[in-house]
């Protein structure tokens, strides 16, 4: 079974601009979450979509949204991008259930200039 | 809210040699409690999921144990070998409070393992 998938893996943008990430899930996993890892703040929880529907979100401005869609795929969106949004975006997918394992992908690493 | 506390940051250890990682929560109401690897600029790789009604999980070399009550868990890796070098993350999911249902890491502990 194919892991978690991200794409891009790397990408560079100017403040002010946006940025669009996409995270395919294992085959079968309904839950997608995202997180933001940074050297000072560690991982950061950002939201959680389960069957296309928003079913948690973190401590996050509003420039930070997601979406996902009918095939589990989820796309993750930062708008009016600030140098301290510079950090590594994982994505992580689970079957259902809180109580399952969550399995990571190899991350997006922005950079913002 | 759940914290989550990882000691030592970083630790570091003669190739062959048992050693235990630590983990402590601060609020034992929580669904379960997962251990992660992760490589230098890499995603993590799950290791061990340990539910709330469970005591301890093994695969390999690998034994975690938890403590509900007293907020702790521990990764117990026997005979360590240099791939094993990484930074190991522990996290929970609190069921209750500020931070519901989100999964709570700790800053992790970077492990080298010297040949």
């Known amino acids: 079974k194919a892991g978690v998938t991200q794409t891009p893996r790397y990408l560079i943008k100017t403040r002010g601009q946006q940025v669009t990430l996409s995270c395919s899930p294992i085959?079968?996993?309904?839950?997608v979450s995202w997180y933001q890892q940074t050297p000072g703040q560690g991982l950061q929880f950002l939201f959680e979509?389960?069957?296309?529907?928003?079913?948690n979100k973190g401590n996050f401005p509003g420039r930070f949204s997601g979406r996902q869609f009918s095939n589990s795929r989820s796309e993750m969106n930062v708008s009016t991008l600030e140098l301290g949004d510079s950090a590594l975006y994982l994505c992580?997918?689970?079957?259902?259930?809180?109580?399952?394992?969550?399995?990571f992908g190899p991350g997006t690493r922005l950079t913002v200039l | 809210k759940q914290e989550v506390t990882q000691i030592p940051a970083a630790l570091s250890v003669p190739e062959g040699e048992n050693l235990v990682l630590n983990c402590s929560f601060t609020?034992?109401?929580?669904?379960?409690l997962q251990w992660f690897r992760q490589d230098p600029g890499k995603g993590l790789t799950s290791l061990l999921l340990?539910?709330?009604?469970?005591r301890e999980q093994t695969s390999g070399r690998l034994n975690a144990s938890l403590d509900k009550s007293s907020g702790r868990s521990t990764l117990y890796i026997a005979a360590s070998q240099p791939g094993d070098s990484a930074t190991y993350l522990c996290?929970?999911?609190?069921?209750?409070?500020?931070?519901?249902?989100?999964?709570?890491f700790g800053k992790g502990t970077k492990l080298s393992v010297i040949p």
């Open positions: 992580a997918s689970s079957l259902d259930a809180y109580t399952d394992t969550q399995y």
């Open positions: 085959s079968g996993h309904r839950s």
């Open positions: 979509y389960f069957s296309e529907t928003q079913r």
């Open positions: 609020d034992s109401a929580i669904y379960n």
């Open positions: 340990i539910q709330s009604s469970q």
């Open positions: 996290a929970v999911r609190p069921y209750s409070g500020a931070g519901s249902y989100q999964l709570t």
